[in-house]
């Protein structure tokens, strides 16, 4: 059962162990994984983790192994597909709160499959919508 959308930062930080990750949202991922459920990672993230590498943002094996744990059987991680409906939940999404498109098209996802975010992301976490931080 899919539990919530991971924003790209926060799946990023996961993946790493890093530190910046709060507390809440890792206790949220570790018993989501427990509990046999997944976690849900934008197209949308794929392609950020892609332009982030090429801009050497953040490691060179940041998508391989984001890859490499969605492509596991009973991976905590599945892929959650930008399709139309979750265009048209873009218009919850106020672009004056959430101007950044990724950021949109994430919050989206969540908003389309009514399920939280897990985001740091203060101007997502102002626009609204249920947040685990």
Do not use: C
Request: charged residues 20%; glycine residues 4%; without cysteine.
């Amino acid at each position: 059962m899919l539990k919530a959308i991971a924003d790209t930062h926060a799946i990023i930080w996961y993946i790493f162990g890093d530190i910046r990750l709060s507390l809440t949202a890792r206790s949220f991922i570790n018993a989501t994984e427990l509990e046999g459920n997944q976690i849900g990672i934008s197209t949308a993230s794929l392609a950020e983790i892609v332009y982030l590498v090429e801009k050497g943002r953040v490691p060179t094996n940041t998508f391989s192994q984001l890859y490499d744990l969605v492509e596991r059987p009973n991976s905590l991680l599945v892929e959650q597909v930008f399709n139309r409906q979750v265009a048209r939940a873009m218009f919850e999404v106020e672009r004056l709160k959430v101007p950044d498109f990724p950021d949109r098209m994430i919050t989206a996802t969540a908003l389309y499959l009514n399920v939280p975010l897990i985001s740091r992301d203060a101007k997502i976490q102002a626009s609204g919508i249920n947040i685990i931080w």
